[in-house]
T-cell receptor, first 111, second 118 residues
Framework: DQQVKQNSPSLSVQEGRISILNCDYT??????FLWYKKYPAEGPTFLISISSIKDKNEDGRFTVFLNKSAKHLSLHIVPSQPGDSAVYFC??????????FGKGTKLTVNP | GAVVSQHPSWVICKSGTSVKIECRSLDFQATTMFWYRQFPKQSLMLMATSNEGSKATYEQGVEKDKFLINHASLTLSTLTVTSAHPEDSSFYIC??????????????FGSGTRLTVV
């Protein structure tokens, strides 16, 4: 039973355009959400997070939107750059320090 | 910033031998560290929570006798894969939270260890 779902295994966008990565969750106890970026053979690096009391958090080119009623969040990257090409993981937390990860979405930004 | 160092980055071992992976928090103390495993094209699966000075807490389905975790100090946790078999081949990653508690600003992950059992 996957509590955090990233239904798109891959996404390809043109440099300069917007990248939108989606994440759905099923556990209503989750109250904190994080996005991580991961390159091959490396550990994930933290990108941005959002608390369930907010619906938007912005940090430079990265914005995360949270729709609690739909149990859905998305990561927007604008403008996309070739260096953004990586696997992006959505993670959720609630009730403990444990993080539950989605399967990831591989983003490719084409020059 | 918070830095977590993981060693080795890759290891090849023979079936039946044991392999130890180290996870160190370099510039902060971590009472809790986490060990994950990632299969190709899959999510990071939490294996266990490593607690300094006490026994690790294992997730359901993870064999505690196979994956031995020791968290002897506030900066070091080790994962030992005992009697390794080819199905144990995977990418193992540790993480630590510089600011423990439910409200956090992102765990720091090690660079991972690619284990191949032949």
């Amino acid at each position: 039973d996957q509590q955090v779902k990233q239904n798109s295994p891959s996404l390809s966008v043109q440099e300069g355009r917007i990248s939108i990565l989606n994440c759905d969750y099923t556990n209503s106890m989750f109250d904190y959400f994080l996005w991580y970026k991961k390159y091959p053979a490396e550990g994930p690096t933290f990108l941005i997070s959002i608390s369930s009391i907010k619906d938007k958090n912005e940090d430079g080119r990265f914005t995360v939107f949270l729709n609690k009623s739909a149990k859905h969040l998305s990561l927007h990257i604008v403008p996309s750059q070739p260096g953004d090409s990586a696997v992006y993981f959505c993670a959720a937390q609630g009730g403990s320090e444990k993080l539950v990860f989605g399967k990831g979405t591989k983003l490719t930004v084409n020059p | 910033g918070a830095v977590v160092s993981q060693h080795p980055s890759w290891v090849i071992c023979k079936s039946g031998t044991s392999v130890k992976i180290e996870c160190r928090s370099l510039d902060f103390q971590a009472t809790t560290m986490f060990w994950y495993r990632q299969f190709p094209k899959q999510s990071l699966m939490l294996m266990a929570t490593s607690n300094e000075g006490s026994k690790a807490t294992y997730e359901q389905g993870v064999e505690k006798d196979k994956f031995l975790i020791n968290h002897a100090s506030l900066t070091l946790s080790t994962l030992t894969v005992t009697s390794a078999h080819p199905e144990d081949s995977s990418f193992y990653i540790c993480s630590a939270n510089k600011s423990p508690g439910r409200i956090n600003y992102g765990y720091t992950f090690g660079s991972g260890t690619r284990l191949t059992v032949v």
